[in-house]
């Protein structure tokens, strides 16, 4: 099909597994709700250790004699509570609003911001009062009516690598089915999608994809769905008529770039089904940091090839007065042009949201 797709050697990639934690905790309060009973259920059925917390917010006897090794924990320790702050934050510029069913993510890419944002709770927390984060969601809505409301439910976790355990994604999908003025978006590394494709979404929910370079993707991404699975969901979720887009982040500067974003838009094309096309978005996000994340990633990664030279980075402020390096312009518009080319070569009729 002359798309330019790389010859690669053949690959033989075991499945990715669905997660199923090493440990437990539970808030008491979880268990008024019918989601903290079925979780809990389906954590005896599992045979998983399970630990009784006062409080979602202070786990501090995780596993593990060193931070490292308690990190590690607790990226594989689940924590089930109650969402007591029915406020959501903002989320721009991918939507008005944050919707928060989860935080924390079992994944371990080297960038991932949530290493700073979720400090020191780097477990995977889920809240179970789903109907009280819906009727703050419908507030909102009725708030900004009759102008349409986003929600991204993806600002703190990957929430489609939970699903299996919460269901929560299908009560968010399906409430905002049915709203005039609502739309939900998430965004996912893991192609556990199957529960999502019968429901009722009315196009309301666009579920995009997290991809990269297959540089980034192996170097930078353990513990998440390969390649491949994503783009096989991918079509899986066109098909259930779900809006569909692709985000590429972070976009990284290394040797090779142009050959691996180019070698990735056009496995896009390829790989993708045509009728999954249609209505294709795509987001850009160029790698930054802040100074506290690099000192957290070079401690938890040690060995990363991640390039986090302040010297060879722009400094940017951001809205709360917090400084974080990006591309000097030159690179950053070159990334920008270079890749947009290529979305437009493989998908003319694609929309880019935005590049920042
Ligand atoms: S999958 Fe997403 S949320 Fe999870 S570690 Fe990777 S970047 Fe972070």
Not at 1 to 20: A, C, N, S, Y
Not at 53 to 80: Q, W
Not at 340 to 345: G, K, P
């Amino acid at each position: 099909m002359g798309t330019g797709v790389k010859e690669r050697p053949k690959r033989t990639l075991r499945p990715t597994k669905p997660f199923i934690p090493d440990l437990v905790y539970f808030e008491p309060d979880a268990l008024n709700y019918s989601k903290g009973v079925k979780i809990m259920e389906w954590v005896k059925q599992n045979n998983i250790p399970l630990r009784m917390t006062t409080s979602h917010n202070r786990i501090t006897n995780l596993p593990g004699d060193t931070d490292l090794e308690k990190y590690k924990n607790a990226k594989r320790t689940l924590v089930v509570g109650v969402r007591k702050t029915l406020e959501f934050d903002q989320s721009k510029p991918s939507a008005e609003y944050a919707i928060p069913i989860s935080t924390g993510c079992m994944g371990h890419c080297h960038y991932c911001y949530l290493q700073t944002t979720l400090g020191a709770k780097p477990y995977v927390r889920v809240y179970v009062n789903t109907e009280d984060i819906l009727a703050s969601a419908k507030r909102y809505i009725e708030e900004r009516k009759p102008q349409i409301t986003r929600f991204e439910a993806a600002c703190t976790s990957d929430p489609v690598g939970i699903e299996h355990i919460t269901g929560s994604l299908a009560d968010l999908i399906t409430f905002m089915a049915d709203e005039e003025f609502g739309r939900l978006r998430f965004v996912t590394k893991f192609h556990h999608v199957d529960p999502l494709l019968k429901l009722k979404h009315n196009g309301h929910t666009r579920i995009r994809f997290s991809v990269n370079s297959d540089y980034v993707i192996r170097q930078f991404e353990p513990s998440t769905s390969h390649f491949e699975e994503r783009i096989e969901a991918a079509g899986k979720v066109a098909h259930a008529g779900y809006p569909l887009g692709f985000i590429i982040a972070p976009i990284i500067w290394y040797d090779g770039w142009e050959e691996g974003y180019a070698d990735l838009l056009a496995r896009l094309e390829k790989t993708l089904p045509k009728d999954a096309t249609s209505d294709l978005t795509f987001e850009l996000i160029q790698h930054r940091f802040t100074k506290t994340a690099k000192s957290v990633i070079e401690q938890r990664y040690p060995k990363t090839k991640l390039e986090m030279d302040i010297e060879k980075r722009k400094k940017k402020w951001g809205r709360w007065g917090q400084s974080k390096y990006v591309y000097p312009d030159e690179q950053q518009t070159a990334l920008r042009e270079f890749i947009t080319e290529r979305i437009f070569e493989h998908f003319p009729s694609a929309n880019i949201d935005y590049f920042t």
